[in-house]
Protein backbone atom coordinates (compact mmCIF):
# COMPACT_ATOMS: atom_id res chain seq x y z
CA UNK A 1 0.00 0.00 0.00
CA UNK A 2 1.45 3.29 -1.11
CA UNK A 3 1.59 5.79 1.91
CA UNK A 4 1.98 9.48 0.48
CA UNK A 5 2.90 10.74 4.45
CA UNK A 6 5.36 12.83 6.86
CA UNK A 7 7.69 10.91 9.41
CA UNK A 8 9.51 12.50 12.61
CA UNK A 9 12.15 10.91 14.91
CA UNK A 10 13.36 13.28 17.83
CA UNK A 11 15.84 12.44 20.40
CA UNK A 12 15.95 15.21 23.05
CA UNK A 13 18.36 15.60 26.44
CA UNK A 14 16.08 15.51 29.34
CA UNK A 15 12.49 17.02 28.34
CA UNK A 16 9.55 15.09 27.07
CA UNK A 17 9.56 14.76 22.69
CA UNK A 18 5.84 14.60 22.64
CA UNK A 19 5.60 18.34 22.05
CA UNK A 20 8.36 18.58 19.78
CA UNK A 21 6.77 15.32 17.92
CA UNK A 22 3.38 17.15 18.12
CA UNK A 23 4.52 20.78 16.54
CA UNK A 24 7.11 19.02 13.84
CA UNK A 25 3.78 16.97 12.37
CA UNK A 26 1.95 19.99 12.59
CA UNK A 27 4.76 21.24 10.40
CA UNK A 28 4.25 18.16 8.20
CA UNK A 29 0.55 18.26 7.53
CA UNK A 30 0.35 18.61 4.10
CA UNK A 31 1.74 15.02 3.52
CA UNK A 32 -1.11 13.21 4.73
CA UNK A 33 -4.16 14.89 6.62
CA UNK A 34 -6.19 11.00 6.75
CA UNK A 35 -4.36 10.24 10.10
CA UNK A 36 -1.70 11.35 12.35
CA UNK A 37 -0.08 9.62 15.63
CA UNK A 38 2.69 9.84 18.29
CA UNK A 39 4.50 6.99 20.29
CA UNK A 40 7.41 7.63 22.66
CA UNK A 41 9.64 5.73 24.99
CA UNK A 42 10.18 6.86 28.53
CA UNK A 43 13.20 4.36 29.18
CA UNK A 44 10.68 1.66 30.66
CA UNK A 45 7.93 1.41 28.20
CA UNK A 46 6.13 3.01 24.88
CA UNK A 47 3.39 5.37 25.39
CA UNK A 48 1.07 5.64 21.79
CA UNK A 49 -1.22 7.83 20.71
CA UNK A 50 -2.74 7.16 17.06
CA UNK A 51 -6.08 8.42 15.40
CA UNK A 52 -7.88 9.12 12.72
CA UNK A 53 -8.01 13.09 11.34
CA UNK A 54 -5.78 16.14 11.23
CA UNK A 55 -3.03 16.51 13.95
CA UNK A 56 -4.79 19.70 15.51
CA UNK A 57 -8.08 17.62 16.30
CA UNK A 58 -5.95 14.06 16.94
CA UNK A 59 -4.11 15.52 19.76
CA UNK A 60 -5.30 17.37 22.74
CA UNK A 61 -3.24 18.65 26.14
CA UNK A 62 -4.50 15.34 28.24
CA UNK A 63 -3.39 13.00 25.07
CA UNK A 64 0.36 14.67 24.77
CA UNK A 65 0.73 14.50 28.84
CA UNK A 66 0.48 10.81 28.66
CA UNK A 67 3.05 10.47 25.62
CA UNK A 68 6.18 10.38 28.29
CA UNK A 69 9.78 10.08 26.98
CA UNK A 70 12.07 12.14 25.56
CA UNK A 71 12.42 9.74 22.33
CA UNK A 72 9.63 9.06 19.89
CA UNK A 73 8.49 8.76 16.44
CA UNK A 74 5.70 10.19 14.28
CA UNK A 75 3.68 10.43 11.28
CA UNK A 76 1.06 12.02 9.14
CA UNK A 77 -0.69 9.88 6.96
CA UNK A 78 -2.69 9.83 3.40
CA UNK A 79 -3.13 6.73 1.61
CA UNK A 80 -2.81 6.84 -1.88
CA UNK A 81 -4.52 3.12 -2.27
CA UNK A 82 -6.60 1.09 -0.37
CA UNK A 83 -9.20 4.08 0.97
CA UNK A 84 -9.34 5.16 3.97
CA UNK A 85 -8.17 2.90 6.20
CA UNK A 86 -8.02 3.28 10.29
CA UNK A 87 -6.16 -0.14 10.55
CA UNK A 88 -3.32 1.18 9.07
CA UNK A 89 -2.90 4.71 10.85
CA UNK A 90 0.83 5.09 11.92
CA UNK A 91 3.22 4.55 13.40
CA UNK A 92 3.02 1.08 13.90
CA UNK A 93 4.05 -0.74 17.34
CA UNK A 94 4.97 -3.64 18.68
CA UNK A 95 6.11 -5.60 21.49
CA UNK A 96 8.33 -8.80 20.95
CA UNK A 97 11.19 -11.18 22.84
CA UNK A 98 13.95 -8.05 22.26
CA UNK A 99 11.34 -5.19 23.28
CA UNK A 100 9.75 -2.79 21.31
CA UNK A 101 9.46 -1.42 18.16
CA UNK A 102 7.70 1.47 16.61
CA UNK A 103 7.77 2.44 12.89
CA UNK A 104 6.55 5.37 10.16
CA UNK A 105 6.90 5.00 6.44
CA UNK A 106 6.74 7.35 3.69
CA UNK A 107 6.98 5.75 0.37
CA UNK A 108 5.91 2.45 -0.77
CA UNK A 109 7.29 -1.25 -1.41
CA UNK A 110 7.45 -3.09 -4.23
CA UNK A 111 7.79 -6.70 -2.65
CA UNK A 112 6.03 -6.81 0.38
CA UNK A 113 3.28 -9.43 -0.38
CA UNK A 114 6.34 -11.65 -1.03
CA UNK A 115 8.21 -10.79 2.21
CA UNK A 116 4.67 -10.55 4.24
CA UNK A 117 3.81 -14.38 3.23
CA UNK A 118 7.53 -15.45 3.87
CA UNK A 119 6.99 -14.02 7.23
CA UNK A 120 3.55 -15.19 7.27
CA UNK A 121 4.73 -18.59 6.63
CA UNK A 122 7.43 -18.67 10.00
CA UNK A 123 4.44 -17.77 11.70
CA UNK A 124 3.92 -13.93 12.02
CA UNK A 125 0.89 -12.61 12.05
CA UNK A 126 -0.17 -9.26 10.79
CA UNK A 127 -3.29 -7.15 11.22
CA UNK A 128 -3.36 -5.15 8.48
CA UNK A 129 -2.73 -5.13 4.75
CA UNK A 130 0.20 -2.48 5.16
CA UNK A 131 4.14 -1.93 3.99
CA UNK A 132 4.70 -0.96 7.45
CA UNK A 133 3.71 -3.67 9.57
CA UNK A 134 5.96 -6.41 7.04
CA UNK A 135 8.75 -3.68 7.60
CA UNK A 136 8.48 -4.26 11.57
CA UNK A 137 7.74 -7.85 11.76
CA UNK A 138 11.00 -8.58 9.45
CA UNK A 139 12.74 -5.80 11.87
CA UNK A 140 11.73 -7.98 14.73
CA UNK A 141 12.43 -11.17 13.06
CA UNK A 142 16.30 -10.27 12.65
CA UNK A 143 16.63 -8.55 16.42
CA UNK A 144 16.06 -12.16 17.98
CA UNK A 145 19.80 -12.57 15.80
CA UNK A 146 21.69 -9.23 15.60
CA UNK A 147 22.17 -5.69 16.72
CA UNK A 148 19.92 -3.04 15.93
CA UNK A 149 22.08 -1.68 12.75
CA UNK A 150 22.27 -5.03 11.19
CA UNK A 151 19.10 -6.29 11.80
CA UNK A 152 18.19 -3.12 9.61
CA UNK A 153 20.50 -3.51 7.08
CA UNK A 154 18.86 -7.34 6.86
CA UNK A 155 15.76 -6.28 6.43
CA UNK A 156 16.88 -3.16 3.47
CA UNK A 157 18.47 -6.24 1.80
CA UNK A 158 14.76 -8.17 1.51
CA UNK A 159 12.43 -5.04 1.31
CA UNK A 160 12.26 -3.09 -1.89
CA UNK A 161 11.03 -0.16 -3.62
CA UNK A 162 10.62 3.46 -2.42
CA UNK A 163 10.57 4.36 1.61
CA UNK A 164 12.05 7.17 4.11
CA UNK A 165 11.48 5.53 7.70
CA UNK A 166 11.50 7.05 11.48
CA UNK A 167 12.11 3.99 13.51
CA UNK A 168 11.85 3.61 17.31
CA UNK A 169 13.21 0.04 19.23
CA UNK A 170 12.82 0.99 22.76
CA UNK A 171 14.23 4.59 22.90
CA UNK A 172 16.49 4.63 20.38
CA UNK A 173 15.05 6.41 17.27
CA UNK A 174 16.59 6.02 13.57
CA UNK A 175 15.82 7.08 10.29
CA UNK A 176 16.51 5.58 7.15
CA UNK A 177 16.06 6.26 3.16
CA UNK A 178 15.81 3.24 0.44
CA UNK A 179 18.80 3.11 -1.41
CA UNK A 180 17.69 5.23 -4.12
CA UNK A 181 16.53 7.81 -2.26
CA UNK A 182 13.25 8.49 -3.55
CA UNK A 183 11.41 10.30 -1.02
CA UNK A 184 12.61 12.73 1.48
CA UNK A 185 14.54 12.75 5.36
CA UNK A 186 16.92 15.12 6.61
CA UNK A 187 18.62 15.37 10.11
CA UNK A 188 18.76 18.58 12.31
CA UNK A 189 19.62 19.66 15.11
CA UNK A 190 17.78 21.61 18.69
CA UNK A 191 19.19 23.13 20.91
CA UNK A 192 18.95 19.94 23.41
CA UNK A 193 18.89 16.83 20.67
CA UNK A 194 18.44 15.65 17.11
CA UNK A 195 15.16 15.30 14.68
CA UNK A 196 14.77 13.55 11.82
CA UNK A 197 12.20 14.69 9.26
CA UNK A 198 10.63 14.35 5.94
CA UNK A 199 11.43 17.92 5.56
CA UNK A 200 13.14 20.97 6.94
CA UNK A 201 9.97 22.79 7.37
CA UNK A 202 9.47 21.18 10.76
CA UNK A 203 13.20 21.41 11.89
CA UNK A 204 12.54 25.29 11.64
CA UNK A 205 9.35 24.69 13.20
CA UNK A 206 11.33 23.66 16.56
CA UNK A 207 13.71 26.46 15.98
CA UNK A 208 16.23 23.71 14.81
CA UNK A 209 19.38 23.60 12.41
CA UNK A 210 19.02 21.43 9.38
CA UNK A 211 22.38 19.48 9.40
CA UNK A 212 21.63 17.28 5.69
CA UNK A 213 19.74 15.35 3.83
CA UNK A 214 19.64 11.68 5.23
CA UNK A 215 22.05 10.17 1.85
CA UNK A 216 19.76 7.07 0.28
CA UNK A 217 20.93 3.87 1.36
CA UNK A 218 21.74 5.61 5.11
CA UNK A 219 20.71 4.48 8.53
CA UNK A 220 20.54 7.09 11.44
CA UNK A 221 21.06 6.52 14.70
CA UNK A 222 19.95 9.11 17.39
CA UNK A 223 21.74 9.03 20.55
CA UNK A 224 18.87 8.49 23.26
CA UNK A 225 20.12 11.64 25.02
CA UNK A 226 20.19 14.14 22.32
CA UNK A 227 23.84 14.16 22.67
CA UNK A 228 24.69 12.95 18.44
CA UNK A 229 23.94 10.63 16.19
CA UNK A 230 25.45 7.63 13.69
CA UNK A 231 25.81 7.69 10.35
CA UNK A 232 25.82 4.18 8.62
CA UNK A 233 25.83 4.00 5.13
CA UNK A 234 24.49 0.74 4.28
CA UNK A 235 24.29 1.14 0.48
CA UNK A 236 25.74 3.14 -2.17
CA UNK A 237 24.03 2.91 -5.20
CA UNK A 238 25.83 4.39 -7.93
CA UNK A 239 22.37 5.67 -9.02
CA UNK A 240 19.66 7.72 -7.00
CA UNK A 241 15.50 8.08 -7.61
CA UNK A 242 14.80 11.44 -5.86
CA UNK A 243 11.38 12.43 -6.79
CA UNK A 244 11.10 15.73 -9.05
CA UNK A 245 7.70 15.84 -8.00
CA UNK A 246 8.52 16.86 -4.66
CA UNK A 247 10.33 20.18 -5.45
CA UNK A 248 7.24 20.67 -7.95
CA UNK A 249 4.48 19.93 -5.69
CA UNK A 250 4.52 17.63 -2.89
CA UNK A 251 7.23 19.41 -0.54
CA UNK A 252 6.79 23.00 1.20
CA UNK A 253 8.07 25.81 -0.59
CA UNK A 254 9.91 26.63 2.93
CA UNK A 255 11.87 23.66 3.23
CA UNK A 256 15.45 22.77 1.74
CA UNK A 257 15.94 19.40 0.00
CA UNK A 258 18.98 18.74 -1.95
CA UNK A 259 20.57 21.66 -0.29
CA UNK A 260 18.12 23.94 -1.91
CA UNK A 261 15.41 25.98 -1.00
CA UNK A 262 12.27 24.23 -2.90
CA UNK A 263 10.69 27.96 -3.21
CA UNK A 264 13.93 29.11 -5.24
CA UNK A 265 13.84 25.52 -7.41
CA UNK A 266 9.97 26.48 -8.07
CA UNK A 267 10.61 29.87 -9.88
CA UNK A 268 13.70 28.37 -11.76
CA UNK A 269 11.39 26.36 -12.73
CA UNK A 270 9.08 29.14 -13.50
CA UNK A 271 12.29 30.86 -15.44
CA UNK A 272 12.61 27.88 -17.01
CA UNK A 273 9.09 27.60 -18.95
CA UNK A 274 9.75 31.26 -20.07
CA UNK A 275 12.65 30.22 -21.73
CA UNK A 276 11.25 27.20 -23.28
CA UNK A 277 7.69 28.88 -23.86
CA UNK A 278 7.24 32.31 -22.71
CA UNK A 279 4.58 34.21 -24.31
CA UNK A 280 4.04 38.13 -23.99
CA UNK A 281 0.77 38.68 -22.49
CA UNK A 282 -1.14 41.57 -20.12
CA UNK A 283 -0.40 39.70 -17.22
CA UNK A 284 1.21 36.82 -15.88
CA UNK A 285 -1.14 34.77 -13.19
CA UNK A 286 -0.66 32.33 -10.66
CA UNK A 287 -3.13 29.59 -9.57
CA UNK A 288 -2.86 30.05 -6.05
CA UNK A 289 -0.94 28.75 -4.17
CA UNK A 290 0.53 26.33 -6.20
CA UNK A 291 1.50 27.98 -9.00
CA UNK A 292 3.03 31.23 -7.01
CA UNK A 293 6.72 30.86 -7.49
CA UNK A 294 6.46 29.42 -10.58
CA UNK A 295 4.29 32.65 -12.03
CA UNK A 296 7.21 34.91 -10.09
CA UNK A 297 9.99 33.09 -11.69
CA UNK A 298 8.40 33.08 -15.34
CA UNK A 299 7.65 37.24 -14.44
CA UNK A 300 10.94 37.86 -13.36
CA UNK A 301 13.04 36.24 -16.72
CA UNK A 302 10.01 37.52 -18.91
CA UNK A 303 10.71 41.42 -17.30
CA UNK A 304 14.34 40.72 -17.99
CA UNK A 305 13.88 39.87 -21.51
CA UNK A 306 12.13 43.35 -22.28
CA UNK A 307 8.54 41.46 -22.04
CA UNK A 308 5.68 44.00 -20.66
CA UNK A 309 4.40 42.07 -18.97
CA UNK A 310 2.75 42.48 -15.43
CA UNK A 311 3.01 40.02 -12.56
CA UNK A 312 -0.86 39.72 -11.51
CA UNK A 313 -2.51 38.10 -8.35
CA UNK A 314 -6.34 37.66 -10.43
CA UNK A 315 -7.50 34.99 -8.36
CA UNK A 316 -8.05 35.03 -4.74
CA UNK A 317 -8.47 32.06 -2.56
CA UNK A 318 -10.92 31.27 0.29
CA UNK A 319 -9.42 29.57 2.77
CA UNK A 320 -11.74 28.24 4.73
CA UNK A 321 -13.03 25.66 1.81
CA UNK A 322 -11.21 22.45 3.02
CA UNK A 323 -11.14 19.09 1.89
CA UNK A 324 -14.12 18.13 3.90
CA UNK A 325 -16.35 20.29 1.68
CA UNK A 326 -19.13 18.49 0.85
CA UNK A 327 -20.72 18.47 -2.70
CA UNK A 328 -23.74 16.05 -3.20
CA UNK A 329 -24.90 17.04 -6.76
CA UNK A 330 -22.53 17.52 -9.80
CA UNK A 331 -23.96 21.18 -9.97
CA UNK A 332 -23.21 21.53 -6.37
CA UNK A 333 -19.14 20.06 -7.17
CA UNK A 334 -18.76 22.97 -10.59
CA UNK A 335 -20.35 25.47 -7.58
CA UNK A 336 -16.89 24.72 -5.38
CA UNK A 337 -14.73 26.12 -7.67
CA UNK A 338 -16.52 29.39 -7.04
CA UNK A 339 -16.45 28.84 -3.57
CA UNK A 340 -12.20 28.34 -3.33
CA UNK A 341 -11.85 31.15 -5.97
CA UNK A 342 -13.37 34.22 -6.82
CA UNK A 343 -11.35 36.32 -9.60
CA UNK A 344 -10.73 39.91 -8.94
CA UNK A 345 -11.96 41.42 -12.13
CA UNK A 346 -10.15 44.72 -12.50
CA UNK A 347 -7.01 42.46 -13.21
CA UNK A 348 -8.47 40.46 -15.67
CA UNK A 349 -11.27 42.04 -17.77
CA UNK A 350 -9.81 42.86 -21.43
CA UNK A 351 -6.33 41.65 -20.67
CA UNK A 352 -4.63 38.90 -22.05
CA UNK A 353 -3.48 36.37 -19.32
CA UNK A 354 -0.27 33.85 -18.94
CA UNK A 355 -2.12 31.43 -16.48
CA UNK A 356 0.74 29.22 -14.23
CA UNK A 357 0.42 26.32 -12.00
CA UNK A 358 2.84 23.41 -11.14
CA UNK A 359 0.76 20.37 -12.76
CA UNK A 360 -1.97 19.26 -14.66
CA UNK A 361 -3.31 15.88 -13.10
CA UNK A 362 -7.07 15.61 -14.02
CA UNK A 363 -7.52 18.57 -16.07
CA UNK A 364 -10.39 19.53 -13.50
CA UNK A 365 -8.83 22.93 -11.94
CA UNK A 366 -6.88 24.22 -15.24
CA UNK A 367 -10.82 23.86 -16.71
CA UNK A 368 -12.33 25.64 -14.25
CA UNK A 369 -10.28 28.46 -14.04
CA UNK A 370 -9.73 29.21 -17.57
CA UNK A 371 -13.98 29.43 -17.51
CA UNK A 372 -13.88 31.22 -14.57
CA UNK A 373 -11.29 33.90 -16.64
CA UNK A 374 -13.30 33.88 -19.59
CA UNK A 375 -16.26 35.11 -17.66
CA UNK A 376 -14.19 37.42 -15.82
CA UNK A 377 -13.56 38.76 -19.03
CA UNK A 378 -10.08 37.40 -19.87
CA UNK A 379 -8.90 38.15 -23.79
CA UNK A 380 -6.93 35.43 -24.25
CA UNK A 381 -5.59 32.85 -21.78
CA UNK A 382 -2.09 31.05 -22.26
CA UNK A 383 -1.63 27.79 -20.12
CA UNK A 384 2.11 27.52 -18.88
CA UNK A 385 2.76 24.57 -16.71
CA UNK A 386 5.57 23.97 -14.53
CA UNK A 387 5.91 19.98 -14.70
CA UNK A 388 5.76 17.46 -17.97
CA UNK A 389 2.33 15.76 -18.67
CA UNK A 390 1.82 13.29 -16.22
CA UNK A 391 0.61 10.25 -17.86
CA UNK A 392 0.89 7.67 -15.21
CA UNK A 393 0.51 6.88 -11.96
CA UNK A 394 2.66 7.30 -9.16
CA UNK A 395 3.63 4.24 -7.37
CA UNK A 396 6.12 5.48 -4.69
CA UNK A 397 3.90 7.51 -2.40
CA UNK A 398 1.68 10.54 -3.84
CA UNK A 399 -1.51 10.59 -4.69
CA UNK A 400 -1.42 10.84 -8.18
CA UNK A 401 -4.75 9.51 -9.66
CA UNK A 402 -5.26 6.46 -11.89
CA UNK A 403 -3.95 6.30 -15.32
CA UNK A 404 -7.45 6.39 -16.84
CA UNK A 405 -7.99 9.39 -14.83
CA UNK A 406 -4.90 11.44 -15.90
CA UNK A 407 -5.76 13.72 -18.51
CA UNK A 408 -2.54 13.54 -20.60
CA UNK A 409 -2.74 9.44 -20.43
CA UNK A 410 -4.51 9.39 -23.81
CA UNK A 411 -4.49 12.69 -25.49
CA UNK A 412 -2.34 14.98 -27.24
CA UNK A 413 -1.11 18.26 -26.27
CA UNK A 414 -3.74 19.93 -28.89
CA UNK A 415 -6.79 17.78 -27.64
CA UNK A 416 -5.89 18.95 -23.71
CA UNK A 417 -5.54 22.55 -25.18
CA UNK A 418 -9.38 21.82 -26.44
CA UNK A 419 -11.06 20.16 -23.57
CA UNK A 420 -10.27 22.61 -20.71
CA UNK A 421 -10.30 25.34 -23.04
CA UNK A 422 -7.22 27.52 -23.10
CA UNK A 423 -5.92 29.48 -25.83
CA UNK A 424 -2.37 27.65 -25.79
CA UNK A 425 -0.93 25.26 -23.45
CA UNK A 426 2.74 24.77 -22.55
CA UNK A 427 4.77 22.65 -20.29
CA UNK A 428 7.94 22.41 -19.02
CA UNK A 429 10.02 19.60 -20.12
CA UNK A 430 12.32 17.14 -18.30
CA UNK A 431 15.57 19.04 -19.38
CA UNK A 432 13.79 22.16 -17.71
CA UNK A 433 13.42 20.47 -14.60
CA UNK A 434 17.07 18.88 -14.49
CA UNK A 435 18.27 21.97 -14.54
CA UNK A 436 16.63 23.96 -12.31
CA UNK A 437 17.64 20.94 -9.63
CA UNK A 438 20.82 20.76 -11.18
CA UNK A 439 20.64 17.35 -10.84
CA UNK A 440 21.60 14.39 -13.22
CA UNK A 441 18.40 12.92 -15.13
CA UNK A 442 19.56 9.49 -14.38
CA UNK A 443 19.31 10.19 -10.06
CA UNK A 444 15.90 12.00 -10.14
CA UNK A 445 12.52 9.40 -10.57
CA UNK A 446 10.34 10.44 -13.49
CA UNK A 447 8.09 7.74 -13.63
CA UNK A 448 5.01 9.49 -13.73
CA UNK A 449 5.81 11.87 -16.50
CA UNK A 450 7.47 8.74 -18.77
CA UNK A 451 5.46 5.84 -17.38
CA UNK A 452 9.53 3.90 -16.84
CA UNK A 453 9.79 4.05 -13.53
CA UNK A 454 13.03 3.19 -11.04
CA UNK A 455 11.92 0.52 -9.31
CA UNK A 456 10.73 -2.82 -10.63
CA UNK A 457 6.72 -1.94 -10.82
CA UNK A 458 4.37 -4.98 -12.46
CA UNK A 459 3.13 -4.45 -15.58
CA UNK A 460 5.18 -1.48 -15.99
CA UNK A 461 8.40 -0.39 -17.73
CA UNK A 462 11.65 0.67 -16.15
CA UNK A 463 14.56 3.20 -17.00
CA UNK A 464 16.76 1.38 -14.76
CA UNK A 465 19.28 -1.53 -15.95
CA UNK A 466 19.65 -2.40 -12.22
CA UNK A 467 16.55 -1.76 -9.97
CA UNK A 468 17.18 -3.86 -7.19
CA UNK A 469 20.24 -2.39 -5.23
CA UNK A 470 23.72 -4.14 -4.39
CA UNK A 471 24.73 -4.64 -0.83
CA UNK A 472 27.63 -2.61 0.79
CA UNK A 473 30.44 -5.00 1.63
CA UNK A 474 32.75 -3.54 3.83
CA UNK A 475 32.24 -3.16 7.40
CA UNK A 476 29.92 -0.91 8.48
CA UNK A 477 31.20 1.92 10.53
CA UNK A 478 29.53 4.49 12.84
CA UNK A 479 30.87 8.06 11.34
CA UNK A 480 29.00 10.95 13.30
P1 LIG B 1 -6.21 18.52 -11.55
O1 LIG B 1 -7.27 19.48 -11.26
O2 LIG B 1 -6.63 17.09 -11.26
O3 LIG B 1 -5.59 18.66 -12.89
O4 LIG B 1 -5.03 18.76 -10.49
C1 LIG B 1 -4.10 19.78 -10.68
C2 LIG B 1 -4.05 20.66 -9.47
O5 LIG B 1 -3.91 19.87 -8.30
C3 LIG B 1 -2.87 21.59 -9.52
O6 LIG B 1 -3.29 22.87 -9.07
C4 LIG B 1 -1.86 20.99 -8.57
O7 LIG B 1 -1.21 21.99 -7.79
C5 LIG B 1 -2.65 20.08 -7.69
N1 LIG B 1 -2.01 18.77 -7.55
C6 LIG B 1 -1.00 18.25 -8.25
N2 LIG B 1 -0.70 17.01 -7.83
C7 LIG B 1 -1.54 16.74 -6.83
C8 LIG B 1 -1.70 15.63 -5.97
N3 LIG B 1 -0.91 14.57 -6.08
N4 LIG B 1 -2.69 15.70 -5.02
C9 LIG B 1 -3.47 16.78 -4.91
N5 LIG B 1 -3.35 17.88 -5.71
C10 LIG B 1 -2.40 17.86 -6.65
Redesign the pocket.
Known sequence: MQE?CGVVGISLADRDAARPLYYSLYALQHRGQESAGIVTHDGFQQHEHVEMGLVGDVFDNGDLATLNGANGIGHVRYPTAGGVNACCAQPFSVSFKSGSLGLAHNGNLVNADDVRENLANQGHAFTSNGDTEVIAHDIARNLLEADLVRAVKSTMERIHGSYSLTIMHDETVLGVRDPQGNRPLCIGELEDGYVIASESAAIDTLDGELVRDVRPGELIVLESDGSGFDSYQLFDEPQSAHCF?EHV??ARPDSIMNGELVYDVRRDLGRQLWEESGIETDVVMP?PD??RAFASGYAEAATEEGAKTEFAEGLMKNRYVGRTFIMPTQDERERAVRLKLNPIKSTIEGKTVTLI??????????KQLIELLRDAGAEEIHLRIGAPAIVAP?YFG????SRDEL?AADKTGTEIEDEIGADSLSYLSIEGITNALGSDRADLCFGCVTGEYPYDVVGEATDRDVTRPSIVDETMSADD
Open positions: KFYFVSGDDSIVRGTTSCIDMAI
